[in-house]
T-cell receptor
Framework: NAGVTQTPKFRILKIGQSMTLQCTQDMNHNYMYWYRQDPGMGLKLIYYSVGAGITDKGEVPNGYNVSRSTTEDFPLRLELAAPSQTSVYFC??????????FGQGTRLTVV | DAKTTQPPSMDCAEGRAANLPCNHSTISGNEYVYWYRQIHSQGPQYIIHGLKNNETNEMASLIITEDRKSSTLILPHATLRDTAVYYCIVRANFGNEKLTFGTGTRLTIIP
């Protein structure tokens, strides 16, 4: 199993551009999560999903959108990128409320 | 989720046992104690979890007090690779979709 795979690993965006961070898992987990982590800070939950077709907001959802059309994939969309969205983004998955598995992150810089 | 309180930082000598405390005085009867760690720049990694009884796996031991209001994660023989931020999380299994992180304890292993 590859686990949780995030692409790209690094990206530089200009202010106002948009992009999609990809996340896929091959463990047939029903729960998936997106977090952001600013330098020196803890993880903040952006969005989560408990199954295909179901998504819900976390602590910091503004400026982001998600979709969950399949069990495997949980893309995170940034519209109109802003410097405040410069961060490291982590995707995770779990079977129900059990232990979560994390991807290696996407480092995003908005200039 | 019940809130947790952890010391912001700790040091431990290499080869000694690292004991990381966590207070969760408002924990509910159906909430588990989970520990994760995040080694610099990587995605968080699950370590161990427990409900009432002490637990041990290949990575660590988890000691939960009888009243369940606090717990201690023990790394029995700390190595330099154990330097990381350690997160204590309380979470009910089944019905608690959100997985949120606090600020954790930054553990530094001293050579």
């Amino acid at each position: 199993n590859a686990g949780v795979t995030q692409t790209p690993k690094f990206r530089i965006l200009k202010i106002g551009q948009s992009m999609t961070l990809q996340c896929t898992q091959d463990m047939n987990h029903n729960y998936m999560y997106w977090y952001r982590q600013d330098p020196g800070m803890g993880l903040k939950l952006i969005y989560y999903s408990v199954g295909a077709g179901i998504t819900d907001k976390g602590e910091v959802p503004n400026g982001y959108n998600v979709s969950r059309s399949t069990t495997e994939d949980f893309p995170l969309r940034l519209e109109l990128a802003a410097p405040s969205q410069t961060s490291v983004y982590f995707c995770a998955s779990s079977y129900m409320d059990t232990e979560a598995f994390f991807g290696q992150g996407t480092r995003l810089t908005v200039v | 989720d019940a809130k947790t309180t952890q010391p912001p930082s700790m040091d431990c000598a290499e080869g000694r046992a690292a004991n990381l405390p966590c207070n969760h005085s408002t924990i509910s009867g159906n909430e588990y104690v989970y520990w994760y760690r995040q080694i610099h720049s990587q995605g968080p990694q699950y370590i161990i979890h427990g409900l009432k009884n002490n637990e041990t796996n290949e990575m660590a031991s988890l000691i939960i007090t009888e009243d369940r209001k606090s717990s201690t994660l023990i790394l029995p023989h700390a190595t330099l690779r154990d330097t990381a931020v350690y997160y204590c999380i309380v979470r009910a299994n089944f019905g608690n979709e959100k997985l949120t992180f606090g600020t954790g304890t930054r553990l530094t292993i001293i050579p």
